[in-house]
Nanobody, 117 residues
């Protein structure tokens, strides 16, 4: 089992910034990819960004150039820096971890990000 604990969400105005953190514990030796997904009300959960153990990254088109994902392997923590936030970024952000990009994924409890216009 892998436990993921997120932090860093909150309320911010349009154009503002937030940094999310996700600390992993447990059977982390099995994890090859970590990432952030988000789910807005009435919508499906969608990919925001992922990063592999080799530091390869993937970003959703909607966040490219604004969001940055990175990981500190010594701390078993993945971060998401979110800049130039827009109201459409409002969602619950979930940290995920998996052995494979195709899953199955472990999930954190989620953290709310709200961007006011």
């Amino acid at each position: 089992q892998v436990k993921l604990v997120e932090s860093g969400g909150g309320l911010v105005q349009t154009g503002g910034s937030l940094r999310l953190s996700c600390a992993a514990s447990g059977s982390i030796f099995s994890i090859n990819v970590m990432g952030w997904y988000r789910q807005a009300p009435g919508k499906q959960r969608e990919l925001v960004a992922t990063i592999t153990n080799g530091a390869s990254t993937v970003y959703a088109d909607s966040v490219k150039g604004r969001f940055t994902i990175w990981r500190d392997n010594a701390k078993n923590t993945v971060y998401l820096q979110m800049n130039s936030l827009k109201p459409e970024d409002t969602a619950v952000y979930y940290c995920g971890a998996s052995s494979f990009i195709t899953g199955p994924w472990y999930w954190g409890q989620g953290t709310q990000v709200t961007v006011s216009s």
